[in-house]
Nanobody
């Protein structure tokens, strides 16, 4: 099993930056593909980015490509999401997730963090 705890969310002005972290408890972090999803009020959970277990391949949604970067440090059991050029439409609760294979659907991930709020507003 993997326990996930996200952090780094907050309030930021449009055009600003934030870095989300997701700390994993457990000795098998490096075995899992990891991903970030987000969910805005009244909307479905949306894929943001994913990364293979060894970090060798990454994927970003069209909505965030070029602005957000997913990465991981398996020596620290931590997943990151660097978010630049933030927009009001990026406002959502951001969730980290772990699963056996990388994918874009929430159903492909087994373990979820509790979520961290990101609000982009002036």
């Amino acid at each position: 099993q993997v326990q996930l705890v996200g952090s780094g969310g907050g309030l930021v002005q449009p055009g600003g930056s934030l870095r989300l972290s997701c700390a994993a408890a457990g000795r098998t972090f490096s075995s899992y593909a990891m991903a970030w999803f987000r969910q805005a009020p009244g909307k479905e959970r949306e894929f943001v980015a994913a990364i293979r277990n060894n970090g060798g391949m990454v994927w970003h949604s069209d909505a965030v490509r070029g602005r957000f970067t997913i990465s991981r440090d398996n020596t620290k059991n931590t997943l990151y999401l660097q978010m630049n050029s933030l927009r009001p439409e990026d406002t959502a609760v951001y969730y980290c997730a772990a699963g056996p294979i990388v994918g874009r659907s929430p159903s492909e991930y087994v373990y979820w963090g509790p979520g961290t709020q990101v609000t982009v507003s002036s």
